[in-house]
């Protein structure tokens, strides 16, 4: 009666249980679908479903999935739902799953390589494999003084060579002169790069923000950046840093980064190249071109978890000068002192990024790479880009509708045009689009603002879309559109 009695790790009772979860899991792939995409809960609604405090005695397992059916899932919004066209995709795959349910089984904290010598050597291994897919420079590779290393996310990526990029130029001028220090980006940036400025120190009048527009497809234009650097210098400012983006998150526009890394290599500031969505369509030899110039930059970063089939998380970052991290980053205090650290023969990881502890992550990358191989990874980005394509072919086809930026990859950026053409009734009325179809539970799209117009996304990437879920999409967004267009 009541709960299994488990014990805390039992060989037997985990693979009873675990297959039971297993089959959950499976179950919740196949009905994925008859779910709304976006969770339509009210705030607050599961402390009314949920007791106020943890049981005292054990209970059963199946209990606990009967309220994860019932109670947990309508709270879900689906990131894996073929009709989740929202900000970026975050992909899981089988292999991804499998890498992670190992990882979690081996459940080691791999901080430095003597707590786990495989999951250092796998990690420095599989992110050169990557490195050689994207064909980067031979700079990035661990053979080298470079080096790659997985981050959480790409925004701890961007905040770890800041670090470096700060302590590199403090180490010459002076702790003193961290009021000077200047940072670069466009106004299409992530965001990711105030905070990681916020958390380093730097003044944020000292956050150079570039206003981009619709005249390059709202890329960083080279001469608005030297310009930046150059009167800043003039005015006994310290520029250290200038982030670049390929396939930035409104609208997938890419920075030219040759330009920018010859401007920033004769100013001595540290170039960061940030493919966080992107890069993974860089796998593919027609779309490598978009990284060309990555020869110029100090680090680079893409995230295998948003569209490589790798489960969150899982943001690669290399750098070229591995040093600058590890000054910037390492402590070395007694009780983790050992024999092949202090003689130097090994990377300890602990030392590329804010916290100690790390997870067996680079376990589920390898399982990705060899389960698929890259001739099944570059179609499963390809059949992404085709269907992005015929959306916008759609669209096209209706001149209710506009595209609004050049699609390069698998984000399609349009609107609906009002009757009246003033901008404020344009806002408005893509404003209620939105409303509309994410209140349907069919699909999930998001927005955003470019020049001032509201925009609507739609991001093709998740694993289990097909033809027929863009163009059921597309009915869902002509359908409320023709609803909305009438009522005016």
Known sequence: ???????????????????????????????????????????????????????THPEPLQDVLDDVQAKILPGVTHWQSP??????PSNSSIAGFLGEMLSAGINMVGFSWITSP?????????????????????????TGQGGGVIQGTASEAVL?????????????????????????????????????????????????????????????????????ISSDINAGLIPIFLCATVGTTSSTAVDPLLSLGKITKSYGVWLHVDAAYAGSACICPEYRHYI???????????????????????????????????QALSTNPEF????????????????WQIPLGRRFRSLKLWMVLRLYGLDNLQSYIRNH???????????????????????????????????????DSANKINHDLLDAVNS?????????????????????????????????AWKVLQDEASALLSSL
């Open 1 to 55: 009666e009541g709960g299994l009695n488990l014990k805390p790790m039992d060989a037997e009772q985990l693979r009873e249980n675990a297959h039971k979860m297993v089959d959950f899991i499976a179950d919740y792939y196949k009905n994925i679908e008859t779910f709304p995409v976006l969770s339509q809960v009210e705030p607050g609604y599961l402390h009314k479903l949920l007791p106020d405090s943890a049981p």
């Open 83 to 88: 009709d989740f066209f929202a900000y970026y």
């Open 118 to 142: 495989a999951a250092t050597e796998l990690e420095m291994i599989v992110l050169d494999w990557l490195a050689r897919i994207l064909k980067l420079p031979d700079e990035f590779l661990s």
């Open 160 to 228: 770890v060579v800041l670090l470096a990029a700060r302590d590199n130029v403090l180490r010459r001028v002076g702790k003193d002169a961290l009021g000077k220090l200047v940072v670069y980006s466009s106004d299409q940036t992530h965001s990711a790069l105030q905070k990681a400025c916020q958390i380093v120190g730097i003044h944020p009048e000292n956050c150079r923000v570039l206003k981009s527009d619709t005249h390059c497809d709202y890329a960083l234009s080279p001469e608005s950046v030297n310009e930046a």
């Open 292 to 326: 060309d110039g990555v020869e110029e930059a100090d680090s680079f970063n893409m995230n295998a978890h948003k569209w490589l089939l790798t489960n969150f998380d899982c943001s690669a970052l290399w750098v070229k000068d591995r040093s600058a991290l590890i």
């Open 336 to 351: 983790l002192k050992n024999k092949a650290s202090q003689a130097n023969m090994v990377v300890d990881y602990k030392d």
């Open 385 to 423: 880009i085709a269907l992005a394509k015929h959306f916008e072919e759609l669209i096209v086809q209706d001149p209710r509708f506009e595209v609004v930026s050049p699609r390069k990859f698998s984000l399609v950026c349009f609107r609906l045009l009002p009757p009246h053409k003033d901008d």
């Open 440 to 472: 349907t539970g069919k699909i999930f799209i998001s927005h955003t603002v470019l020049s001032g117009k509201y925009i609507l996304r739609f991001a093709v990437g998740a694993p289990l879309t097909e033809e027929r879920h863009i163009v059921s």
